[in-house]
């Protein structure tokens, strides 16, 4: 199992970017998938979580309505969509998964055993 993120960068706030979580090893279609990210100084905390068997999405409150996740089957990929960026969301982001885990909900709230690389976002005000 491995995960791959990229699309990090540096935008000004306000902005957009997208990330991307290319997954190899195992297919998206039961395992849950999720976006993490770890700021300077702080824990590692859940920003979204998706159950790829049904499609079911969950979203802290602070990036609820500004992120959004998704999945492209035929590419195997998991994408985080931000947009309306702020500085508070600088952190290294991480995509996760569990073998273990279906559930979406169950995976945001548990320590995943997979997870890609990271990928830097650095918002500017």
């Known amino acids: 199992v491995q995960l791959q993120a990229s699309g990090g960068g540096l935008v000004q706030a306000g902005g957009s970017l997208r990330l991307s979580c290319l997954a190899s090893?195992?297919?998206?279609?039961?395992?849950?998938v999720g976006w993490f990210r770890q700021a300077p100084g702080k824990e590692r905390e859940w920003v979204s979580c998706?159950?790829?068997?049904?499609?079911?999405?969950h979203y802290p409150d602070f990036v609820k309505g500004r992120f959004t996740i998704s999945r492209d089957k035929a590419k195997n990929t998991v994408y985080l969509e931000m947009n309306d960026l702020t500085p508070e969301d600088t952190a290294v982001y991480y995509c996760?998964?569990?073998?273990?885990?279906?559930?979406?909900?169950?995976?945001?709230?548990?320590?995943?055993?997979?997870w890609g690389q990271g990928t830097q976002v650095t918002v500017s005000s």
């Open positions: 996760a998964t569990d073998l273990g885990h279906s559930s979406s909900y169950a995976l945001c709230h548990s320590r995943p055993t997979n």
């Open positions: 090893g195992f297919t998206l279609d039961r395992p849950a």
């Open positions: 998706l159950s790829t068997n049904n499609d079911i999405t």
